[in-house]
């Protein structure tokens, strides 16, 4: 049995013009997917697979509490309300390899 982790996150969006926009959020197994609203049964608007991806962090003192997963080929930014939210989100991405899968 995995872990979940759920809750809001902001994710930016791709295209011309970029902008954070809020996403419910859902860490399980080995993927992160995202959705408009705190549904899970909803579609989804995307999933992340997160073996591979490394995680960054803007450098302390910025309070913007975000972070980044990147790969080779892609880039993904989020953005946290809070401190505790954004350790919350990197914990559970971070277990993943701790535990191998």
Request: aromatic residues 10%.
């Amino acid at each position: 049995m995995s872990n979940i982790t759920t809750g809001w996150l902001k994710k930016e969006t791709t295209g011309a013009i970029r902008r954070f926009e809020r996403r419910w959020v859902v860490i399980s197994g080995t993927q992160l997917t995202y959705f408009k609203r705190d549904d899970s049964n909803s579609a989804p608007l995307g999933t992340i697979e997160l073996p591979g991806k490394k995680i960054t962090q803007p450098p302390p003192g910025d309070q913007s509490y975000r972070f980044d997963l990147i790969d080779r080929d892609e880039t993904f930014h989020f953005m946290c309300e809070t401190k505790s939210e954004r350790e919350k989100f990197i914990d559970a991405i971070s277990s993943i390899w701790l535990v191998g899968l």
